[in-house]
Antibody
Framework: EVQLLESGGGLVQPGESLRLSCAAS????????MNWVRQAPGKGLAWVSA????????YYADSVKGRFTISRDNSENTLYLQMNSLRAEDTAIYYC?????????????WGKGTTVTVSS | DIQMTQSPSSLSASVGDRVTITCRAS??????LAWYQQKPGKVPNLLIY???ILQSGVPSRFSGSGSGTDFTLTISSLQPEDVATYFC?????????FGPGTKVDLK
């Protein structure tokens, strides 16, 4: 069974950092693009970042460019999101989502999400 | 960057009604459009990709059409379990933006 399990969320103060992880199982992890998508309380879905199966190409939403870094460890079947200089508007549920192919960015499997709260 | 819009933002319909949701891209994205369903308190679920291809396991009452800038999601006969918010997504080019969503509930 294909599974994605996010971890690393929590309560942090503005300006602080957090690293999210997403453990993948049940599929050939390195063959698929991966995404981070977030959802602020009561709001819609917002795509955050993605990278290719090899990790050689990365993409970011303008709202996080320069603050967030996506990466993956294909030997550990794990996706990461390093979040620096966090702001109140980064408060959201963060979902890890699998792409359909190595360079295909619609998402056919989603994790249950991890909650990030940025507040003083 | 490509902007995605959806209309309406919400709708109420009766069981058995035909429901149509529209998604528009600010520039042409060929057929690189996906639709997702998110039920209250649940994780999003892929319904349709490549504008019109039904994801495995999705009921056939769901269908998608369109290409370029204008797309539609149709529910041919609304069922109670279809109460959800529906999102379109551009995956033609980064940023792979979502539309703002259309909330569907029962009249």
């Amino acid at each position: 069974e294909v599974q994605l399990l996010e971890s690393g969320g929590g309560l942090v103060q503005p300006g602080e950092s957090l690293r999210l992880s997403c453990a993948a199982s049940g599929f050939a992890f390195s063959s698929f693009a991966m995404n981070w998508v977030r959802q602020a309380p009561g709001k819609g879905l917002a795509w955050v970042s993605a990278l290719t199966g090899s990790g050689s190409r990365t993409y970011y939403a303008d709202s996080v460019k320069g603050r967030f870094t996506i990466s993956r460890d294909n030997s550990e079947n794990t996706l990461y999101l390093q979040m620096n200089s966090l702001r109140a508007e980064d408060t959201a549920i963060y979902y890890c989502a699998k792409g359909r192919g190595s360079g295909t960015y619609y998402m056919d499997v989603w994790g249950k999400g991890t909650t990030v709260t940025v507040s003083s | 960057d490509i902007q995605m819009t959806q209309s309406p933002s919400s709708l109420s319909a009766s069981v058995g009604d035909r429901v149509t949701i529209t998604c528009r891209a600010s520039q042409g994205i060929d057929y690189y459009l996906a639709w997702y369903q998110q039920k209250p308190g649940k994780v999003p679920n892929l319904l349709i990709y490549a504008a019109s291809i039904l994801q495995s396991g999705v009921p056939s009452r769901f269908s998608g059409s369109g290409s370029g800038t204008d797309f539609t999601l149709t529910i041919s006969s609304l069922q109670p379990e279809d109460v959800a918010t529906y999102f379109c997504q551009n995956y033609h080019s980064a940023p792979f933006t979502f539309g703002p969503g259309t909330k569907v509930d029962l009249k």
